[in-house]
């Protein structure tokens, strides 16, 4: 048990382990590998009682009877000192700080997921590579597409096939003309190097010119320049990946070829190739139905004029699934498995196709088979923002938020720019009931993608959350002409600030049945609606289209019962737990409690 507060007390503590760091209370150190960092006294007095006490609820009354040695403590002093405890928790990744409300604090030593390899570390030089969007130079602006595509196949080789901590794309194609700097690229990324070119595509030829630039002296330390036809580009990539390794004193590693069955048949067709480029940039963009859907045709098109293409099916079988996932296209999932099956018979390791299949597995409710899936995804890309946010978003089904938002900071960690992850984040506290602090995290999303209607909503959630009603109403505004006044956002943002709005029983009964007519059109979850009706206190009703939802298979009903919003005494009611009990969620339910156990069997002693 940790001795009174004091210097002398942390002295007297020993050593111990969170998951990979090594903390020291004598010291007020905290390691991880060969980074140190010095925590404040009564920082590491909250952590270490909290970690010799790992899985147990301390309340805020032995907080300071131990910490504080029983003296009056403001409540400000407690925050901060558990804010000092859950950044260091959100940067490592290694353990969990709970609030159990009106109660106390837990620690949760995070788990990798069941059965995931150990992740895997940057190379020994640390080096950390930004690949920023090549400059086009083809002289046709619509030909932009192209030179950003050839930058993410280049950097998507680099990511696989070496140790280097890669950036994001999200991140570092934010940087374009004299963003370019790169000093200003070392300050906002933390990046070490950066990887910059040119390409010029003329007719079946490409030329492509490329530097490697060290941040820290601003200096060149390798140039080159290529020209190919565009037949030959995947060994192109693999060329220029293994320059930039041999300049940085890394081992870079090939991937097997991607583009047939016959490991041989190393050409491309030129045009199925810029046909999977174009389908690329429509998938990147993400912005709405239409957008996936035009993606959609031009893998397609890949695929047709190049039946062997592992990466067009891949792409196809990943945009066909989000489609799935997402609510938007529930009869895309037979097309995604097939496109999926054969990617994986061309490519056994492809990232879209692995994820693709995880997103399946996910989407038809396998959630044994998705879990495996996402930790095979994880195991064999462990430094992928992407990968982390699928196992992100996968915990939030299962309603775990505490492991969502550990997932999502590390995304955020990997690509640091990318407006969809720091709107998880915002979505992960918000659920936490840490309204707060999701809000500034929505406000650096919105700072990134001012118009991204799921930030614009999770915004409004958490002000209404936060009890600050006018901002929220503000804040839905601006998601109308995100949304529409009748879009799935909208109608989430007026249901949760009529719950607490004086006559919001009346407003909530009216907006339920507007809600039906948009599920009969199509524009409007079941879930939704039924979390209207919860919120109006019709919960009859709300089981029903509840149950709607679980027969659809929607994703969202998980969403939308995750809501802190959702009437408490709903929750508390034997027919909520009866209606969870069915055994239509039996997998589910089993799968979140592996996952649990495995978190607390993995506890040092």
Request: hydrophobic share 45%.
């Amino acid at each position: 048990m940790l001795n009174p507060a004091g210097p002398t007390a942390l002295a007297q503590e020993s050593d111990f382990t969170l998951g990979r760091l090594s903390v020291s209370p004598s010291r007020l150190e905290v390691c991880a590998g060969e980074r140190r960092e010095t925590i404040q006294p009564r920082v590491m007095q909250v952590l270490t009682l909290l970690a010799r006490r790992r899985g147990e609820v301390i309340s805020r009354d032995d907080l300071i009877a131990i910490c504080w040695g029983g003296r009056s403590v403001s409540e400000d002093a407690i925050n901060r000192s558990i804010a000092g405890v859950r950044r260091l928790a959100e940067s490592s990744g290694e353990f969990l700080i709970e609030t159990v409300r009106r109660v106390g604090y837990r620690l949760e030593q995070t788990a990798s997921p069941v059965g995931a390899a150990p992740v895997v570390p940057p190379s020994s030089n640390n080096a950390v590579l930004a690949v920023l969007a090549f400059d086009n130079l083809s002289g046709e602006a619509d030909m932009a597409y192209f030179s950003d595509g050839i930058s993410e196949e280049i950097l998507q080789t680099l990511a696989r096939g070496t140790g280097l901590n890669v950036i994001g794309r999200s991140s570092s194609f934010q940087f374009r003309g004299p963003e370019k700097a790169a000093a200003r690229i070392a300050s906002v990324l933390k990046a070490t190097h950066v990887l910059d070119g040119s390409v010029r595509r003329s007719g079946n030829r490409v030329r492509i010119a490329t530097n490697l630039i060290d941040c820290r002296s601003e200096t060149t330390l390798w140039a080159d320049h290529f020209e190919r036809e565009l037949s030959d580009v995947f060994a192109l990539q693999d060329e220029i990946a293994s320059s930039v390794a041999t300049a940085l004193r890394i081992t870079f590693a090939p991937a097997s070829r991607h583009n047939a069955i016959d490991p041989a048949a190393d050409s491309l067709n030129p045009e199925a190739y810029s046909a999977y480029l174009q389908g690329l940039f429509f998938l990147n963009r993400r912005n709405n139905k239409g957008d996936m859907h035009r993606a959609a045709g031009f893998f397609t098109e890949g695929v047709a004029l190049e039946p062997n293409y592992a990466d067009a099916h891949a792409g196809l079988a990943l945009t066909y699934a989000i489609l799935a996932v997402n609510g938007q296209s529930r009869e895309s999932l037979p097309l995604a498995k097939s496109e999926a099956a054969t990617a994986l018979r061309l490519a056994p390791d492809n990232f879209a196709a692995l994820a693709a299949s995880a997103d399946i597995a996910f989407g038809s409710w396998e959630w044994s088979a998705a879990h495996s899936a996402y930790v095979h995804l994880l195991a064999r890309y462990p430094n992928s923002a992407d990968a982390r946010h699928y196992l992100g978003i996968y915990m939030t089904a299962l309603h775990l938020p505490e492991r969502c938002l550990a997932e999502h900071r590390r995304a955020v960690s990997l690509d640091p720019l990318s407006a969809l992850n720091r709107g998880n984040i915002g979505d992960s506290l918000h659920y936490l009931c840490r309204d707060e602090e999701a809000i500034p995290e929505f406000r650096k999303a919105l700072a990134l993608d001012p118009n991204m209607a799921f930030v614009l909503s999770g915004l409004c959630a958490s002000f209404v959350g936060a009890g600050r009603l006018q901002e929220a109403k503000a804040m839905r505004q601006r998601l109308v002409a995100a949304d529409g006044e009748d879009g799935f956002y909208t109608m989430r943002c007026d249901a949760l600030i009529a719950s607490r709005e004086p006559d919001g029983a009346a407003q909530l009964v009216s907006l339920a049945r507007r809600a039906e007519h948009g599920y009969t059109a199509g524009s409007v979850n079941a879930a939704l609606v039924g979390l209207i009706y919860a919120l109006a206190g019709e919960f009859d009703v709300a089981l029903e289209w509840f149950q709607r939802s679980i027969n659809d298979h929607d994703l969202r009903f998980f969403q939308n019962t995750a809501e802190p919003l959702l009437p408490a005494v709903l929750k508390s009611d034997p027919r909520w737990h009866a209606f969870m009990e069915q055994p239509m969620l039996r997998e589910w339910r089993l799968i979140r409690a592996r996952i649990i156990a495995h978190g607390k069997n993995d506890r040092a002693d």
